[in-house]
């Protein structure tokens, strides 16, 4: 069974920093191509970045280019979104998601205030 398990959301200042984390079951994480979503509140979800199956390539969000970074840990089969430069504007519930199927977890929220 496919599980995906979002971690690491919290309240931050605005130019604050977080790492979500997206724990992986079920299938192997390295051979997969996923992404991280996010939905703000009152708005549809939001693609931010995508990596793929071999980690050739990385790609993002005009709106977080520069400030999040994905990656993976093979090894844990995990998933980190870090997140830099934080603003209001990024305040939402953040997802991983198996791109192939779509399954994502339950979410983890930031919040981005002063």
């Known amino acids: 069974e496919v599980q995906l398990v979002e971690s690491g959301g919290d309240l931050v200042q605005p130019g604050g920093s977080l790492r979500l984390s997206c724990a992986a079951s079920g299938f192997t994480l390295s051979n997969v191509t996923m992404s991280w979503v996010r939905q703000a509140p009152g708005k549809g979800l939001e693609w931010i970045s995508t990596i793929n199956r071999g980690s050739a390539f990385t790609v993002y969000a005009d709106s977080v280019r520069g400030r999040f970074t994905m990656s993976r840990d093979n090894a844990k089969n995990t998933l980190y979104l870090q997140m830099n430069n934080l603003k209001p504007e990024d305040t939402a519930v953040y997802y991983c998601?198996?791109?192939?199927?779509?399954?994502r977890g339950k979410g983890t929220q930031v919040t981005v205030s002063s």
């Open positions: 998601r198996k791109v192939d199927t779509g399954n």
